[in-house]
Structures are given as structure tokens and as C-alpha cells.
């Protein structure tokens, strides 16, 4: 039984399973209760320290906001109450006292500091464009497909493949995912020589497409960052892009490990800072994950889930800190915030990389996962919300955060417990006393939202905390069905779908989210330069785009 005043975060779902084949029940309908842990609200209990965080981001260009009216306003009325000739009288005699060396003075500090004003900002990063590796139809397998591969693998018995079947029967993935063919292979898969295999596949098809599409050339490149969270060999990933596309000795690469399914956002972040230290050039950024070296072939099924849900997948990313790709860019961004959990060591071993009792090697997925990525995602949007927010939303969401801070209400009040006598069974109400808190509308920030797919649940609570609509949703659904969880790239997956419907036009704001191992929630904010046509070729939604979005799908 969950403990006192946790009972409101579980939801109940009846659950067919069909006709029993064997036993006292043998020919009859089963069903079963499944409990699941919802996320907490949280976008009613917030820190206020998280809030400080997104304030001080927004404090910083304050000042120009603040004094650059009021000088406006002071000039005017100055000006106004001149006529034209008085206003000359009035510049000539204030300038004939000053000699020619105190006006050339005066105009080479007033150069100098405008100079150093423009040269000291940040420099804008143009998202050029992106690609989205498509594998060929041969990898392309339905659920009962899966299962079948999984069954000839000879590696599960028959209550580990129940389970698989299960868990893909709710997972809200289709017919039409990607997997290598090897995992129907009795032989040990997760070997550097498959994992080499499937990354060259995935990696050189994206890349081989982003070139195409930008007509960049693998030498002009200057920042390479690839991310996969599992498979990291020696020489890495990133060197072996290098070595195929033969690119210039003194490029910056980096390749990083082990940072899960958020890891997208944060090569963006470590590509955006090099771009800001090396003016005038490109990087690309390269998102994956290797299914076949992180297939699981033991009985703990707390590590089986991610084969259901794992799906092939890679992203590249072409970025650009040149202002002659203003005019070809498709985005802007605007800002990335991340937040890591990782100091706790509940959130730290929530998803964890470990040997099960038979010495496989998997990852372990907590049964605590979802309300710990509840907790960072309500650290992570708390200090986004100030740096998106209309003024009047944050007027109305800070005005209450102060009001419960003051009264003395960390929650939405506190619950009360009544236990029924005759079964046992507690009901949960809320307290009659207590603020209830504003929850800003996001929708007001955004146009869209590109939310990691990783499960139906996860998204299904995100859409209803959030205060999401279905068609807000929809890119994470339809790529959650179409494509399956592809780890950091999912999102890049979405924002194609998003172009593909033709739905981005000129000033739209992108919100890109995702969450991984750590714990860690990273959100990035892209604002479209231009209207984006729909694509004709190059976009991996292009021969199903009509079947999207239909019912099933919430």
C-alpha cells in the first residue's frame, strides 16, 4: 500500500489478457489491475531558489528594458518643445565652445565603446538544418515481429517473452520500428564489432544526408560533438566520423558517454559554447544510441524494459555562428537550460547500468522513474518559465508562489486520509486550507513542443500536468508510434514531423524536452527565422505523413 498522502499519485488500469490456454480458468477471459505511479503535479510545488535561477538570466537585459524608454521619453519631450530653428541654435551653440581634438576625442570613445558593446555579446547560433537517419524497410519490424526475433534468439524463456508482449502491447509503439536483425542471433551481440557496425550505419546515413541537404563539406566543419549514452569505443565515435569524412586536422571533437536519453541537448549546449569561442564557424552535433550492444538477454525485468522500448535511430545537426547563414538558417537559438539531479542517489540509480544475477549486463529502470523525472522536469521548467514566459504570466505565477511562500504552504495543501472500515481500503482528499497555486499556460511561451518520446505513460502525464492539448502532443506521439524511443534523437524526430506537416512558420518558438540517466531534464528553445515549406524529399515521415495523427494514438 502506498504510504499516507502519496495515494493521489496512483493511477489503475484494467488490462485484457486475453483467453487463458492452460489451467482451472483455461478457456475463459483473464484480466489484470495494473497501478502505475503518476507524476506529481509539479508544477504546483515549487522552489523558490529554482525560480531566483530563471530570474537571474532574465534580470541580466533588464536594464535595457527599464532605461531604454525612459531616455526615449526624456529626449522627445526635449526635442518637442523646440521648433526646428531653435534646435539648431541650440546643437551649434552647445558644440562652437569645444575644440576639433575634444570632438574627435569625444567620437573615437563613443566608436570604442559601441565596439566593444557588440563585439562582448554573445554570438547568435543559426540551426542551418538537421537530418534524421531513415534505416532501409529490411530492419523494419512489427510487435508481434519483436517478439518472434526475441523468441528465436533462444535467450528468454516463455514468462520473459509474456512480459515483453505485454509491455509492447502498452507502450504506444507501432508496426513500424527499427531494429537489427541481429538480435534474433543466438550468439552474444553486444560486441565492439556489431556495436561499430550499427553505429557506421546509423551515423554515416545521418551525416551523409545533413551534407546533402546543407551542401557543407565535411572539411568546413570546425566543432564535431557526437553523443551515444552506451556505446563508447576506442577510438570513439567521434574519431570515426573524422576518419570517414577525412576533415581537418584542427577541428574541436568531443564524444560523450553514459548521459542517456538528455544527452542531445547537452552536445547542443557544449557545441553552442565552442561556437561562441570561435567565431566564424560551423559544428555539427550527432545524436544516438546503439540498440543491438545494449540488448538484454536475461530474466530481471526491471532491465528487460528498454529493449522494448529502444528503437534504431541518429540525428546530425548542422550549427552556425556565421552571419552570411542567417539568410539559409532555419532557426535560432534562443536558450538551453538543464538541470541534473545526480547528487541524490535515488535519482542518481534510477537508471543504472549493471550485471544481473546471471552476469548479463543491462540497464536497470527504477519503479520510481516517473515521479523522479517528475521532480527534475519541476526543477527544470520552474527556471525556464521565467526566460519564456509572458510578463503577465510571470507576474501571475510569482504573485502566488510569494503568497504560499508567506502563508506557509509547501504543497497544494496537505491530504487527509479516511480509511473505510469494511474493506480497508483509503480514500485520498485534498485539504480544505492551503493556496492553490497558478499554473502558467506554456502554450502562451510556445508554438510547439518536441517532448522526448520515451513511453505513452510518460508522455501522457507530461500532456495532462502541463495542460497540454492532444495537438501539442501529437509530434511525440506519432514519433513514439512511428519510430519507437530513439533515445536523444527522438526529439529531432518530432521537429521533423513538425516540418513535414508544414506547421513552422516565421517567429514560431520550439520547446524541446528531454530527460535521461543521472537524473537529468534539459530544455532547449529554438525561435524560427523563417516559414518552413514542406520538405519534398530528405524527411523520414515523407511515406506515412497521411496516417498521421489518428486516434489511437492517445
Not at 528487460?304 to 546530425?316: D, H, T
Not at 469494511?422 to 493556496?435: A, D, E, W
Not at 524529399?537 to 506515412?544: A, Q, T, V
Request: net charge positive; charged share 25%; with cysteine.
Amino acid at each position: 500500500m502506498a504510504p499516507t498522502g502519496e495515494q493521489h499519485l496512483l493511477s489503475t488500469e484494467i488490462v485484457n489478457r486475453g483467453i487463458e490456454s492452460d489451467g482451472p480458468d483455461a478457456g475463459s477471459m483473464t484480466f489484470s489491475v495494473r497501478v502505475r505511479r503518476r507524476l506529481p503535479d509539479f508544477v504546483q510545488s515549487v522552489n523558490l531558489k529554482y525560480v531566483k535561477l530563471g530570474y537571474h538570466y532574465l534580470i541580466n537585459h533588464a536594464i535595457y528594458l527599464a532605461t531604454v524608454p525612459v531616455l526615449v521619453l526624456v529626449f522627445g519631450a526635449e526635442i518637442g518643445s523646440l521648433s526646428r530653428e531653435e534646435l539648431w541654435r541650440k546643437l551649434w551653440d552647445s558644440t562652437a565652445g569645444y575644440d576639433l581634438v575634444t570632438v574627435l576625442a569625444f567620437f573615437a570613445v563613443f566608436v570604442f565603446t559601441l565596439s566593444v558593446y557588440f563585439m562582448s555579446r554573445p554570438r547568435s547560433i543559426y540551426l542551418v538544418d538537421f537530418a534524421c537517419f531513415k534505416p532501409t524497410d529490411d530492419l523494419k519490424v512489427t510487435k508481434d515481429e519483436f517478439i518472434e526475433l526475441a523468441r528465436k534468439s533462444g535467450k528468454f524463456d516463455e514468462a520473459s517473452i509474456e512480459f515483453q508482449k505485454r509491455i509492447l502491447q502498452s507502450s504506444g509503439i507501432g508496426n513500424e520500428t527499427y531494429v537489427p536483425k541481429s538480435i534474433a542471433s543466438p550468439d552474444n551481440i553486444t560486441t565492439m564489432k556489431e556495436g561499430r557496425a550499427e553505429a557506421s550505419m546509423v551515423i554515416f546515413g545521418a551525416l551523409d544526408e545533413l551534407f546533402k541537404k546543407t551542401r557543407v563539406r565535411p572539411k568546413d566543419v570546425g566543432v564535431l560533438v557526437v553523443n551515444c549514452s552506451i556505446f563508447n569505443p576506442t577510438p570513439s565515435l567521434s574519431a570515426m566520423v573524422i576518419n570517414h569524412y577525412k576533415m581537418r586536422g584542427n577541428i574541436l571533437s568531443f564524444n560523450l558517454g553514459g548521459m542517456g536519453c538528455s544527452a542531445g541537448i547537452i552536445a547542443l549546449d557544449l557545441a553552442r559554447d565552442m561556437l561562441q569561442a570561435n567565431p566564424n564557424n560551423v559544428a555539427v552535433v550527432v545524436s544516438t544510441e546503439m540498440v543491438a550492444y545494449n540488448w538484454y538477454p536475461g530474466k530481471d525485468r526491471s532491465m528487460l524494459i528498454p529493449n522494448c522500448y529502444i528503437r534504431m535511430g541518429c540525428s546530425a545537426v548542422l550549427l552556425s555562428n556565421r552571419r552570411r547563414d542567417y539568410g539559409r538558417a532555419k532557426y535560432r537559438l534562443e536558450h538551453i537550460v538543464r538541470t541534473h539531479k545526480g547528487a541524490d542517489d535515488r535519482y542518481f540509480r534510477s537508471v543504472y547500468q549493471e550485471e544481473d544475477e546471471q552476469r548479463f549486463k543491462g540497464l536497470k529502470i527504477s519503479k520510481d522513474l516517473v515521479a523522479i523525472g517528475g521532480d527534475a522536469l519541476k526543477t527544470n521548467i520552474t527556471t525556464l518559465g521565467p526566460l519564456v514566459l509572458p510578463l503577465s504570466e510571470q507576474l501571475l505565477f510569482f504573485a502566488t508562489l510569494i503568497k504560499r511562500y508567506f502563508s506557509g504552504t509547501k504543497e497544494k495543501g496537505v491530504t487527509a486520509t479516511k480509511t473505510d472500515s469494511l474493506n480497508g481500503s483509503q480514500t485520498v482528499t485534498p485539504s480544505s486550507f492551503g493556496t492553490k497555486p497558478y499554473i502558467p499556460d506554456y502554450k502562451l511561451a510556445f508554438e510547439h513542443f518536441c517532448v522526448h518520446a520515451a513511453s505513452k505513460t510518460v508522455v501522457n502525464e507530461l500532456q495532462r500536468n502541463l495542460g497540454l492539448s492532444d495537438a501539442n502532443v501529437e509530434p511525440s506521439r506519432a514519433t513514439l508510434h512511428r519510430f519507437g524511443n530513439t533515445s536523444s534523437s527522438s526529439i529531432w524526430y518530432e521537429l521533423a514531423y513538425l516540418e513535414a506537416k508544414g506547421r513552422i512558420k516565421r517567429g514560431d518558438r520550439i520547446w524541446q524536452l528531454s530527460f535521461g540517466s543521472g537524473f537529468k531534464c534539459n530544455s532547449a528553445v529554438w525561435k524560427s527565422v523563417r516559414s518552413i515549406k514542406k520538405p519534398t524529399s530528405n524527411n523520414p515521415w515523407l511515406d506515412c505523413l497521411d496516417r498521421y495523427p489518428f486516434e489511437a494514438l492517445s
